[in-house]
């Protein structure tokens, strides 16, 4: 299994920090060892992902913005959008979160 990264900012505050809190529409019932993915190739790391809390409202980013690799919500919210919403949908206003209806943060920490 993987987990892929297309911003360059959480991923690179992962492999100079060794952790970084992240956006998902899944999330994993307990820990789980993970491969990187970027740009659909695999990293030599691997991550432990683990479910921290569901996503909602967006107010709650201001609790984990100091380790998602963004300068500040704004930055991190724009970030969730351009990941998150489907492009037919943008001019509707509407998110894209399949399946389960919500997006989940989730904190993912380089092993060895």
């Not at 994993?28 to 820990?31: G, R, S, V």
């Given at each position: ?26 999330y994993?019932?307990?820990?789980q060892?993970?491969r ?11 991550v ?29 919210i ?35």
């Open positions: 299994m993987w987990i892929t990264f297309n911003e360059e900012k959480p991923l690179n505050f992962l492999l100079s920090k060794g952790y970084v809190y992240t956006i998902r529409h899944w994993p019932k307990k820990p060892i993970r990187i993915r970027v740009k659909g190739n695999f990293l030599s790391v691997k432990k992902v683990s479910f921290i809390d569901i996503l909602h409202p967006l107010s709650k980013l201001d609790e984990y913005v100091h380790g998602s690799g963004f300068e500040n919500v704004k930055e991190w724009d970030a969730i959008f351009r990941q998150h919403f489907k492009s037919e949908n943008l001019r509707k206003g509407k998110l894209y979160i399949p399946k389960k209806g919500r997006l989940y943060i989730v904190k993912c920490e380089l092993v060895n």
